[in-house]
């Protein structure tokens, strides 16, 4: 793990200066914000000139997703623009999609077109998809709300992730996740 504790402004730095394109950004627990992070980071590489693939997994039901992976590698091949924003809801396939050859393949081929994949996954403790999509990243982020996680927990997942051989860039504590709250009421 190269840093300790990242704050959320340097996260585009530590992306940029990596060799990395694949980036997971996930949480210990609901609740941290880890989207708000993620969607800042998406931002802000935008902003440095980059191209982007957003992919957002989300367990829960949602929009059809079955022929998701044959649908996008099609896609894939001749796609343009600086952003691509994917979102995966269905949580009837999502651990198929993620299990599957074919999403390994359609990261191969965002990789070819984009400069970096950021992918918003769920959180550690919601299941062991999140430990799968973090296997396929070349680096994550464990994106921590201030007072809200206990170091402890902290320190267990992060020697899991090491036991998986997952590689871990860093943790960032997400002060915004207060404010962010504040502002939606």
Known sequence: ????????????????LSESKVWGITSLSRKTGKTFVARQLVENLLKAGKKVVYLSFQKESGE????????????????????KSVVLKDTLHLEEIV??????????????????????????????????IASVCENNFIVVAKDCENGEEVGKMVHQLKTLNIRLAGIVLNEYHEKKKWLRM
């Not at 400069?115 to 062991?128: C, G, Q």
Request: overall charge negative; proline content about 0%.
């Open 64 to 83: 059809e997703t079955k022929n998701f992976l044959e649908k996008e590698l099609k896609k894939a091949e001749n796609v343009s623009g600086s952003v």
């Open 99 to 132: 299990y599957s050859e074919k999403f390994v393949q359609l990261v191969e081929e965002y990789k070819k077109e984009y400069d970096y994949i950021i992918m918003d996954m769920m959180s550690m403790e919601e299941n062991s998809i999140a430990k799968k």
């Open 1 to 16: 793990m190269g840093r300790a504790m990242v704050d959320i402004e340097n996260l585009r730095e530590i992306v940029l």
